[in-house]
């Protein structure tokens, strides 16, 4: 993975120094709280319910075991001794103090960590596809390409205060598994017919109040011109984004109100004057940057491991995390396994520090040292033999991450909610244990098959619901918590947008709505059909007239 | 104590202003609500000027002024003297066009100071403001932020080629300074150095 050379040292040491002296004037009445505000949410730093929230960028999902032991050691010694991971692949420590986080981010300034940009209306952390660089289906390795956007996009003077935030994935997939419709600007990486590196640039997408898939803003693109094409994109948006209203500043408003195609020929206007100047990216840049992308010194291996093959057989427990927790790769006898971060009834994503230890150990044995963290909220060792599968297993086992539910209904992805956000309308984090408790039987998951379910306690989406197999939106209702159903979204290639089943329920309600659902697609499903294709090919009717159905009656009795 | 930084040649001092701004009369501004939230910030290329604030404006007769864009563009004739002496420039708010200054001034670098007004310090227009008048239009003379500008954005606003600030009054100028040099080796190229970390420094292969 990528390592700091002395200038990014020193960015990250400047930083921890710029924002220790805003955080004194700060304290000592120098800065107000409005002035304070942007300052500190560019450094991760939100004021919640309980306490701070500090969010630590892990740029596009990339650890090292040295840095993740390094965040054990933070939320060991700063907070409760756990963190929880996002779905912006970031670290959030939830009980931070104010005082410390100077300090905080003088510790991760020593293993090349920072929280910049991870927060305010900047351009955030760059995510990407968690099985970067080994995925069987990857074109092209666009992590070189990512780290040379987080360089660009770290300070960028002229985007310091965009009317919102801004987000930017990256994918270099067949399968797009970076939810790039789904970001301000999505980058797909691709093969052009002289097999040159081109990238299809995709804008405007986003979930939150107003979800909108991106739309292509222009099909070819050469990588040389990756950051100026970004920069005409984010001028036009910077000048004529909606600071009027909050709710309608995204980047997604102004490419509906404009229409693609007059949004596109304001940024191809501005395009025209900043191609070819020097933020054009240079042959030698690209060379320097993916040299730490290198494939890893992988061993000649054979396809098959006879004491894998072994386990599998004699072991149903290790077959079926096999089956869900263990993945493809391109290098022969070689897996990716994802570690569970959503062990049923505990919150999703929440990793305590003696399992980052643990992990870090893992990645130094059995995976050259790296690790990923994935936008579903789990841990993935990305380069595993077939012959250590099973002693990974056992040890993560042990500890609790060895889950095999990944893909599964309970593989929940949850935002942190109303136990500790303070936009939440509604809690989310009890109503993914709820639900877990409800499927708490792996055999019946693993029956059930591939199902996502996404919570997100308000609007905001941070649990991306809409794209969500199972979307659940913690609404208020009258002052009380109340969550709103929707089915049939889905992330990927062919995305869409989940619709709403009808009136929202209570919390009680929530594990037997879902029970509901299942209990539909149980029904109609035909061999091989997946939750999402059975919504697609029947429709929402008939899980809404089962789900309603009771609800009906007593409506009718009451009304008799 | 004068709250006015000016940067040469990367040396930032407290200087005495040789400019007096001219401000428009004020008028009754009515409260603008949106989704329940008062409106904060005016939309680029809103009109926010009224003709009777233009006609009102007070020129003083001597000195050298800064204008508003809209006085500049309307009472263009009344300033042709002054403007000869060198003694005129235009100031302009965050959401006023560059494009309207551009079609009404032959040459922009007969203006010895462009002026940005920003009346809230998040509003990151002035970036791109900066950066355009810079670059696109290859503005040479001062260039100047004033309005909420507080040290926190003073590196941004260097970056962006701003070269004179107008701390807000309640705060230190002395103190602010400070901030231009919160970095010293930015990564992308911008308005104060055009060229990224990756052309600028051998960072080795
Ligand atoms: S979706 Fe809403 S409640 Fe959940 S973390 Fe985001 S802002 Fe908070």
Redesign the interface.
Known sequence: MYKY?E?DQ??VD??VA?YRD?VRRYLAGE?SED?FR??RLQNGLYIQRHAPMLRIAVPYGMLSSKQLRKLGDIAKKYDKGYGHFSTRQNLQLNWPKLEDTPDILAELATVQMHAIQTSG?CIRNITTDQFVGIAPDEIIDPRAIAE?MR?????????????RKFKIAVSGTAEDRAIIQAHDIGMEFYLDHNQQIAVKVWVGGGLGRTPILGTVIREHLEWQHA?TYCEAIV?VY???G???????ARIKILVKALGIDAFRQQVEAEWL?LKD???T??E??L??VA?HFEPMPYETLSEHDARFDAAIASNTAFASWVKRNVHAHKQPGYRAVTLSLKPHGKPPGDITSEQMWLVADLADQYSFGELRSSHEQNLILADVKLGDLYSVWEKARANGLATANIGLLSDIICCPGGDFCSLANAKSIPIAEAIQMQFDNLDYLHDIGDLELNISGCMNACGHHHVGHIGILGVDKDGSEWYQVTIGGKQGNDASIGSVIGPAFSAEEMPGVVQKLIDVYIEARTEEERFIDTVRRIGVAPFKQHVYADKNLAKEGAAA | MSNLIALQNDTANIVQDEWTLVNLPATQVEV?K??G?V??????GEASVAEEQVKNTIIPETGKIIVPLRVFIARNQELTQKLAKGEVGVWLATHELIEDLIANVEDINTLPIIAIFVER?????I??LG?LLR??HHFKNELRAFGDV?R??L??????GFNSFFIRQDRSAQEAIAGLK?????????VDE??????R?N???
């Not at chain 1, 909606?242 to 309608?248: H, P």
């Open positions: 050379d200038i020193q960015i400047e930083r710029q805003q800065l002035e942007p300052l209306n040379i360089q660009w996009s770290t300070f960028h003077p002229e985007f310091a205060l965009l009317p950051l001028r910077n000048l004529h909606r600071r009027d209203n909050a709710y309608k004057n100047n020097a933020n990216i240079t030698a840049e060379a320097r040299q | 603008r949106q989704a939230k409106v904060l910030f005016k939309l680029t310090f998040a509003d990151g227009r970036f791109s950066t670059t696109r507080l926190d954005q590196f941004f606003l260097k970056r962006s919160d970095f010293s080796a930015p990564y992308q190229g911008a055009p060229r990224p970390a990756f052309t420094y960072r080795g292969i």
